[in-house]
């Protein structure tokens, strides 16, 4: 049985679990407000250059805090255990094409191309939130970490008795350094190479991404070579 000590420790953990979930879930509102004020400034054609330039750097940092709140609020359901799955069927080629077109903005601002081959037509069931969370931060990153005039390429085929399917996000950007792949999926852990290339980042995305995987019997793992590319899997 577990002492008073460990008992009281035990709640003071969830409270404090509790608290990021309410203050993340808290800062949403706001956060949306910001950014769609900037927008509106943006849009007007009067105002001058310089309150655009402002107006630009309040949407970018906007999005900067949304993700962040947004890794943080994944964070806390995974650690309060809160998590639970409304599976769906999902057509996966219409599912990323929509998903595509949400990131297209990064994709364009950067010369990308991005190519999709799904092979296969059967709806699979999943769950249609949580699976555009795991994919959309493994194809950010491979946006973010892939040079102009890259090339991401996302692909699923099914994996034959196993009732899996098998997707496949690749990219041909600054790949991850050999001695630092094992910890690529700790918690706020960013390597070197990511660190030094002025991007930006928390290192929870694939904390989160690893965990809901798991949450769902399914496996994540990599293969990078350092200036070459990453193929996540
Ligand atoms: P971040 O917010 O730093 O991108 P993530 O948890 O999403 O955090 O990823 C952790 C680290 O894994 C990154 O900081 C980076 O070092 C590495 N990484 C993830 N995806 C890629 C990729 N496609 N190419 C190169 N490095 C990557």
């Known amino acids: 049985?577990?002492?008073?000590?460990?008992?009281?420790?035990?709640?003071?953990?969830?409270?404090?679990?509790?608290?990021?979930?309410?203050?993340?879930?808290?800062?949403?509102?706001?956060?949306?407000s910001i950014k769609w004020n900037a927008e509106i400034i943006l849009s007007n054609n009067i105002v001058d250059k310089e309150v655009k330039l402002a107006a630009n750097d309040i949407y970018k940092e906007g999005i900067r805090m949304e993700k962040l709140?947004?890794?943080?609020?994944?964070?806390?359901?995974?650690?309060?255990?809160?998590?639970?799955?409304?599976?769906q069927e999902l057509y996966l080629d219409k599912y990323t094409e929509e998903i595509s077109q949400t990131l297209k903005p990064e994709i364009n601002e950067?010369?990308?191309?991005?190519?999709?081959?799904?092979k296969f037509k059967n709806p699979i069931k999943n769950d249609p939130v949580y699976l555009?969370?795991?994919?959309?931060?493994?194809?950010?990153?491979?946006i973010k970490y892939t040079n102009t005039n890259g090339i991401i390429r996302l692909k699923a085929d099914i994996i034959p008795d196993k009732e899996k399917v098998l997707i496949t996000i690749s990219d041909t950007g600054i790949g991850i350094p050999q001695s630092q792949?094992?910890?690529?999926?700790?918690?706020?852990?960013?390597?070197?190479n990511a660190k030094?290339?002025?991007?930006?980042?928390n290192g929870l995305g694939l904390y989160v991404v690893k965990k809901l995987i798991e949450l769902m019997n399914g496996n994540v793992w990599f293969e990078s070579q350092e200036n070459k590319g990453t193929t996540f899997l």
């Open 181 to 192: 792949q094992s910890q690529i999926f700790s918690r706020l852990f960013r390597a070197d």
């Open 196 to 201: 030094n290339s002025h991007t930006d980042g």
């Open 110 to 118: 950067k010369n990308l191309s991005f190519e999709t081959d799904i």
């Open 69 to 87: 709140v947004n890794s943080l609020l994944n964070l806390s359901r995974i650690d309060l255990g809160t998590i639970k799955f409304n599976i």
């Open 1 to 32: 049985f577990p002492s008073h000590d460990t008992t009281h420790e035990l709640a003071t953990e969830r409270a404090q679990k509790e608290f990021v979930s309410l203050a993340s879930h808290q800062l949403r509102t706001p956060i949306t």
């Open 132 to 142: 555009d969370i795991i994919l959309t931060n493994i194809l950010y990153n491979a």
